[in-house]
């Protein structure tokens, strides 16, 4: 398995990769924004973005994107093919942008938005910290990302302080944290806490 990062000779796994997210959101039914191939191809383009090869197949995708004046920066869009989980290969590929981001924008706040058990568990992993969304990028474009999620309602309706998201940011300038595992179920806690606020609400 090669896990590089991408760059224009890797435009033809635009479409798969789309379709791959298209995809797990229908399976998972929340929490992951849709991903056209012409929004693929520029991630793919500037740098970027990790991609994750079996020989020539499609394997894993990962992407960073710079906010508010390269103070921020987000992990984003990662999706592993089906025929390749539960092998670690996500971790992997979460190392490696993280790594990259570390290396391109060494005093930016890393963050990411996320709904899945296993991101928030590999994020621990890397030294984040559960944070409220005011912590977060104020740049509207960024919010913008989660427009064709099917909970974009939610985000609305609270003004973008909260959603069924978990925010998660590693500040550089923090001091430097010991390892710690994602409490698994304090996190179901939370979550079921949410979805029965905002779902209900949505209902009425
Ligand atoms: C989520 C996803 C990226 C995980 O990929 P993967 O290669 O199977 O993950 P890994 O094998 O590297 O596992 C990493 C950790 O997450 C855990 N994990 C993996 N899938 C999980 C799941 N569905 N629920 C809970 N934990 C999970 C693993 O047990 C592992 O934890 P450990 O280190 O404590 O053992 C993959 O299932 C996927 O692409 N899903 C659809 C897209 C998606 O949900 N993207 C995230 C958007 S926020």
């Known amino acids: 398995m090669e896990i590089i990062v991408a760059n224009e ?32 191809i520029k991630r793919l383009q500037n740098g970027n973005a990790i991609i994750a090869l079996d020989g020539d197949k499609f394997a894993g995708f990962c992407y960073i994107e710079v906010w508010g004046n390269k103070d921020f920066v987000a992990n984003s869009g990662l999706i592993v093919h089906p025929d390749y989980r539960n092998q670690g290969l996500a971790k992997e590929i ?19 938005i996320t709904t899945g058990l296993a991101v928030m568990k590999m994020n621990y992993e890397l030294g984040y910290k ?8 104020d740049d509207p474009e960024f919010w913008k990302g989660c427009q064709t999620c099917k909970n974009f309602d939610i985000l609305t309706r609270t003004e973008k302080k909260m959603c069924l998201c ?12 010991k390892t710690e595992k994602v409490n698994k179920k304090a996190f179901k806690r939370l979550k079921s806490i949410k979805e029965s606020l905002f779902l209900k609400k949505k209902q009425k």
Not at 130 to 137: A, D, I, Q, W
Not at 166 to 177: F, N
């Open 9 to 40: 000779s890797h435009f033809k796994y635009a479409q798969i990769i789309s379709d791959t997210i298209t995809e797990s959101a229908k399976v998972r039914g929340t929490g992951i924004a849709r991903r056209t191939p012409e929004y693929i």
């Open 94 to 112: 979460k190392k490696a942008v993280f790594n990259l981001s570390r290396k391109k924008f060494p005093d930016a706040k890393i963050f990411g």
């Open 130 to 137: 559960p944070v409220t969304f005011s912590e977060l990028t």
């Open 166 to 177: 978990t925010g998660m940011l590693h500040d550089p300038k923090a001091q430097k944290q």
